[in-house]
């Protein structure tokens, strides 16, 4: 695995613990995955966390994505979370995202063992199956004809930007980020 680049936003890092926590509640996820020309390819999957891993599931019928993960097995997945736009200063582009987001890099490979493939979808549909539902549980008739897939990570970062209170947000705190810029006068434009 590649060395972590260093975070350039530190002010903004989750604690690992709570980055966990963030991944096994979140929704959904993308799945980036290179192709052996070196082309990325992402996917947005919903997803479950056990065993402190990240599975998943797609058909059993080869395409793109059981391509690039037999021919690279490092993969990147993301789950994030936006809440709201929020201005800080004067100008435009003195505005910010109050956000949740998680980053996992590890290994994928395809799940064989029948059992975990049945314990994978019993724990998806507590996750996302309707709660009062009256239906059979734990009987997936189809089970033979999907992929699960599982990522072991090697590293999980997280970052977010809390919501300031409005006692905080721009006109009453003015954190404008080039407080000496000068609109043009009016009525001239650019070319």
Not at 50 to 56: C, G
Not at 123 to 137: Q, W
Not at 153 to 182: M, Q, Y
Request: with cysteine; net charge neutral.
């Amino acid at each position: 695995m590649s060395t972590p680049p260093s975070v350039r936003r530190v002010d903004r890092l989750m604690a690992e613990d709570k980055a966990r926590d963030f991944l096994k509640a979140g929704f959904a996820g993308r799945l980036v995955t290179v192709s052996e020309d070196g082309s990325p390819y992402c996917l947005p999957f919903l997803y479950a966390w056990m065993d402190d891993r990240l599975f998943f599931h797609n058909t059993i019928a080869r395409g793109h994505l059981r391509a690039n993960v037999d021919h690279e097995r490092r993969v990147c997945f993301l789950v994030d979370e936006p809440e709201q736009v929020f201005d800080y200063g004067r100008f435009e582009c003195d505005t910010g995202l109050a956000y949740r987001s998680v980053i996992v890099v590890g290994t994928i490979e395809v799940v064989g063992d029948l059992s975990l493939k049945q314990r994978f979808f019993e724990t998806l549909m507590e996750k996302y199956g309707t709660p009062d539902r009256d239906r059979r549980r734990g009987f997936f008739p189809r089970i033979s004809e999907v992929t699960v897939f599982a990522i072991s990570i090697e590293r999980i970062t997280g970052k977010e930007t809390a919501l300031p209170g409005v006692s905080e947000r721009w006109p009453a705190v003015d954190r404008t980020k080039s407080p000496n810029a000068r609109p043009p006068e009016a009525g001239l434009t650019r070319e």
